[in-house]
């Protein structure tokens, strides 16, 4: 037994357990034959940010609770390392998955590539001031009314506690 050393091209967009032949790469042939064939078998190394499914990524994002409801815009790191702004719908529920196409990783024999998808969290501050709980129960009080007069309704509501907390 001889260990040796070859590098290799590894093909864009492998997956785990395939295989890649190098022809020629293998133990010697017998009686003088032609070197056989070496098979690689490729495994995957897990990073600690995203999971693969095939050419697509998974990430995650923790947001607030008023981009959520009134929607916003968050930035998200990808693969690459370029940052992206993904836009959060107004409305979107904690757990939803939004996409951003094409950053995923390279599709196998193809110049395409897979999308980045991006689960939806949301932060929960542990401590709040005095005044944030405050405005957080009238918030809580209010939340859903509808028809009441005199009433904006939750969006009203919330983008009045957000302008009282940034004045």
Known sequence: NK???I???IPKGMEE???LRVAGAGNAGYNGGPAGDLFVVIHIKEDKVFDRDGANLWTGITTTYPKLVLGGEEVVSTLDGDKVQLRIPAGTDVGTVLRIPG???PRTNSSSRGDLMVRV???VPKRVSEEER???MKL???AGSKGK???KGLKGKIQDTIDDLTN
């Open 3 to 5: 260990d040796s050393h």
């Open 7 to 9: 590098d290799l091209n």
């Open 17 to 19: 357990g395939m295989r």
């Open 103 to 105: 950053k995923g990783l």
């Open 121 to 123: 969290a949301v932060s």
């Open 134 to 136: 405050e405005l957080l």
């Open 140 to 142: 809580d009080s209010s």
């Open 149 to 151: 007069k005199g009433r």
